[in-house]
């Protein structure tokens, strides 16, 4: 069945380091991929997206692209914030008709000043 | 525009008892999706319901059911609450739930399972 894989956190970088989460996903056909924040007490926000393979979404700093050779979607920023302390979490869409989106199991990300 | 809002924020419940969430999606939006976020398990689908139909289910006990209004405001219920039922439930509504469609996300409520 589909899936999606994402790097174990949590990851602590210092401001202004540069920021890679890894997500690789399984899937038949070619699901949107996106990347949800989650700050502390709060719900999911989308964060970006992409909807067919070598689309580059991005938001905010961030940025990742759709690489279907590699099946994966990592997250990228050049210079991480304190305020980007969050968890983040890969979801792709079921093509399979189901209606559902399945998430990575999310990666907290901790960024010290 | 109003987001997608959640009743109760917090709960606190007993072994046993039973609990009912409810979830007001935003303006339009005619799909309403569930999830359980647990740390062991991060986002487990529950089910999601479109014009009052629900049009799949995750792997849950038939503990956890849910409904869909004329207006789309969605319930779930959980009947004979464990102590594993304690977790943050999220809803997300979209405009048809489809592939390409964003999931906006609730606050979600916190069940605490005494």
């Known amino acids: 069945g589909n899936s999606v894989t994402q790097m174990e956190g949590p990851v602590t970088l210092s401001e202004e380091a540069f920021l890679t989460i890894n997500c690789t996903y399984t899937?038949?056909?070619?699901?949107?991929l996106f990347w949800y924040v989650q700050y502390p007490g709060e719900g999911l926000q989308l964060l970006l997206k992409?909807?067919?393979?070598?689309d580059k979404g991005s938001n905010k700093g961030f940025e990742a692209t759709y690489r279907k050779e590699t099946t994966s979607f990592h997250l990228e920023k050049g210079s991480v914030q304190v305020s980007d302390s969050a968890v983040y979490f890969c979801a792709l869409s079921d093509l399979s008709g189901t209606y559902k989106y399945i998430f990575g199991t999310g990666t907290r990300l901790k960024v010290l000043a | 525009k109003a987001g997608v809002t959640q009743t109760p924020r917090y709960l606190i419940k007993t072994r046993g008892q039973q609990v009912t969430l409810s979830c007001s999606p935003i303006?339009?939006?005619?799909?309403v999706s569930w999830y359980q976020q647990t740390p062991g398990q991060g986002l487990q689908f529950l089910f999601e319901y479109f014009s009052e139909t629900q049009r799949n289910k995750g792997n849950f006990p038939g503990r956890f059911s849910g409904r869909q209004f004329s207006n789309s405001r969605s319930e779930m219920n959980v009947s004979t609450l464990e102590l594993g039922d304690s977790a943050l439930y999220l809803c997300a509504s979209s405009i048809t739930g489809t592939a390409n469609n964003e999931q906006f996300f609730g606050p979600g409520t916190r069940l605490t399972v005494l």
């Open positions: 303006s339009g939006h005619r799909s």
């Open positions: 899937a038949t056909g070619y699901p949107s």
């Open positions: 992409a909807t067919k393979a070598d």
